[in-house]
Each structure stands twice: as structure tokens, then as C-alpha cells.
């Protein structure tokens, strides 16, 4: 209890200091309070923009795809410890990155979320295709591989193989999603700018509305 009497002043500094410092007209804070908000607020009822048959909008869908990957790569860089220090900087780059993406509806600053989700993809997609080809050849190399070696039942051996292999496929189906998400995210952002700036300058969009009536008199 003494201890966080005395850590509070040093905590409320550190909020004044950084979390309220704005970046780009946007405190700090509200970049990462923004990955907990599932306001949509251009192109809301767009089905062009809605996933999951329409239940959700690719918006608040890329926030949760994305903190999904920073609870991902939290647990991988605690299990590789002290190793992950050498790798740190990339999730961190990615992850800033990203957040000020998410926030200030960025369709470039996407992109690393894109590479990103295609690098992760081709490096499953070529351990998938390592290990089934490897469990084509030997059964017991693929067991191994996975600390189940030990098992001598044959239908025990099979359900292990086929519920490893079920697994794997099924994350290469998410990867492969993901990246069309945050694709697709990026084309919303796109369409969002555009919608931001015709409601900042409405004069400028009356008259690019109007040009096209013009030339059609003419």
C-alpha cells in the first residue's frame, strides 16, 4: 500500500507527460482507447464494408484482428525470453505503427499490418507444407516433432495426426482472412478520408459534384 502511495505521483506524471500528448491533433491515450471502440462512424451500413454476413464492419473486425496479433506476439515474445529482446523492435514498429493507422483512418500506415500478415502467412504456409509432407514419409518424425512420439496405438496415432493437421489448416484459413481483412480495412480507410474531407470542405465537394453535370450539357 506505501509503495503505490509513492508510485502515484510518478504515475500521474507519466499520464500528463505522454498520454496526453497529442500527435497529429490526437492524445496519446485516445490512440490506444480507440482499439476498444467499435463506433463506426462513415459507411456504417456499406455492405461492402460488413463481414461475417454482415454482423460486423471491418472496422471494429481489424481492431480485434489486431489486438488478437499483440496477444500473440506478448505470449511469444514471454515463452522465447531472453532471445525475443533481438526481435522486439519489429512487433513494436508494427504495432505503432498500426495504432496510429486505426486511429487517424490511415489507408498507407496499412500496410505493414498487410505485410506483416503476409509474411506470417507464407512462413505457416511453408511449415504446413514441411510438416505434411513430413508426416507423409514418417509417421513418427511428425509425432516427434510435436512431443508425441511416445504414442504406439495406431488410432491413437492417426487422431493425433489428423487433429495436428486440422489445427494447421485451420490457422492458415485465419491468416489467409486476416489479410483480406486488413485489406480490406484499408480500402474503407480510402473511402473515410474522402469522407472526411468532403464534410471539412464542403464547397470543394459541391464543386467536384457539379463539374460532371457541366460537361454532360455540353
Do not use: P
Given at each position: 500500500m506505501w509503495?503505490?502511495?509513492e508510485m502515484r505521483p510518478f504515475l500521474e506524471m507519466f499520464d500528463i507527460a505522454?498520454?496526453?500528448k497529442q500527435i497529429h491533433g490526437v492524445r496519446v491515450k485516445d490512440y490506444f482507447t480507440n482499439l476498444a471502440s467499435k463506433e463506426v462512424d462513415v459507411e456504417e451500413n456499406n455492405p461492402s464494408y460488413r463481414c461475417a454476413k454482415g454482423r460486423?464492419?471491418?472496422y471494429p473486425l481489424t481492431k480485434a484482428l489486431f489486438l488478437l496479433n499483440i496477444g500473440v506476439w506478448l505470449l511469444a515474445i514471454?515463452?522465447?525470453f531472453p532471445w525475443s529482446i533481438l526481435v522486439f523492435w519489429i512487433p513494436l514498429l508494427y504495432f505503432l505503427i498500426t495504432i496510429y493507422a486505426l486511429k487517424q483512418k490511415s489507408a498507407t500506415c496499412m500496410w505493414p499490418a498487410i505485410i506483416h500478415s503476409v509474411m506470417l502467412l507464407l512462413i505457416w504456409a511453408s511449415a504446413t507444407i514441411v510438416l505434411f509432407s513430413t508426416a507423409l514419409f514418417s509417421t513418427q518424425t511428425f509425432l516427434d516433432t510435436f512431443g508425441q512420439g511416445h504414442h504406439e496405438d495406431f488410432v491413437v496415432r492417426l487422431f493425433i495426426v489428423l487433429?495436428?493437421?486440422i489445427v494447421m489448416v485451420l490457422?492458415?484459413?485465419f491468416l489467409v482472412y486476416q489479410c483480406y481483412a486488413f485489406n480490406l480495412?484499408?480500402?474503407y480507410f480510402d473511402i473515410a478520408k474522402n469522407a472526411d474531407v468532403n464534410?471539412?470542405?464542403p464547397e470543394e465537394a459541391t464543386e467536384l459534384q457539379t463539374m460532371p453535370d457541366k460537361t454532360d450539357k455540353t
Open positions: 509503495r503505490n502511495y505522454v498520454m496526453n460486423i464492419h471491418i514471454g515463452i522465447m487433429t495436428i493437421k490457422i492458415g484459413l480495412c484499408r480500402k464534410l471539412t470542405q
